[in-house]
T-cell receptor, first 112, second 112 residues
Framework: GQQVMQIPQYQHVQEGEDFTTYCNSS?????IQWYKQRPGGHPVFLIQ?????EVKKQKRLTFQFGEAKKNSSLHITATQTTDVGTYFC????????????FGTGTRLQVTL | DAGITQSPRYKITETGRQVTLMCHQT?????MFWYRQDLGHGLRLIYY???????DKGEVPDGYVVSRSKTENFPLTLESATRSQTSVYFC???????????FGQGTRLTVV
């Protein structure tokens, strides 16, 4: 099945520091989605990237899709305690595009 | 209210018992999914459904059964619960253009 690696598994930063999580696929992707899950909550959609080299911003969050469409990153500038949670990438399955495969997630902890 | 709802939110059951987790969505999305979430494994797909009466196995289907007699409902049944099935279960539906997955609040299941 579809394999997607996400790193790091965990990151602890001080408030104000930047944070980046990476998602890597062995196959070319049609698109990639990012989700955030707050502690005790459920995953919530953040964004979808479709085009090669695409960069999208949401306030302090910057999402990139690699030129080869095999990797993606989520960068948070000047983290805040509200950024705490686990960030997942999700990619469509190569066989069934509507079946999403999630990365293992990066858990972000932010302390004052 | 529009959305996707799961019930129960919490469940404790004994080994060997049958238990059914309910999922209901109000959007009439065609695709629905069941994931389980365990520490270190991210979100793993159990079963998914492309439409009423169409279901297929995901990554970890053993010990689970699903049905989809109506578009809006997608129950997940553990036929004979085992301790290894202790987990948080999430139901999700996918928008028509596969651009976003909406998750329910989750069911925390403990098998003792």
């Amino acid at each position: 099945g579809q394999q997607v690696m996400q790193i790091p598994q965990y990151q602890h930063v001080q408030e104000g520091e930047d944070f980046t999580t990476y998602c890597n696929s062995s196959t070319t992707l049609s698109n990639i989605q990012w989700y955030k899950q707050r502690p005790g909550g459920h995953p919530v959609f953040l964004i979808q990237l479709v085009k090669s080299g695409e960069v999208k911003k949401q306030k302090r969050l910057t999402f990139q899709f690699g030129e080869a469409k095999k990797n993606s990153s989520l960068h948070i500038t000047a983290t805040q305690t509200t950024d705490v949670g686990t960030y997942f990438c999700a990619v469509p399955n190569t066989g069934t595009a509507s079946k999403l495969t999630f990365g293992t997630g990066t858990r972000l902890q932010v302390t004052l | 209210d529009a959305g996707i709802t799961q019930s129960p939110r919490y469940k404790i059951t004994e080994t060997g018992r049958q238990v059914t987790l309910m999922c209901h969505q109000t959007w009439s999305h065609s695709y629905m999914f069941w994931y389980r979430q365990d520490l270190g494994h991210g979100l793993r797909l159990i079963y998914y459904s492309a439409a009423a009466d169409i279901t297929d196995k995901g990554e970890v289907p053993d010990g689970y059964v699903v049905s989809r007699s109506k578009t809006e409902n997608f129950p997940l049944t553990l036929e004979s619960a085992t301790r290894s099935q202790t987990s948080v279960y999430f139901c999700a539906s996918l928008t028509p253009l596969n651009t976003e997955a909406f998750f329910g609040q989750g069911t925390r299941l403990t098998v003792v």
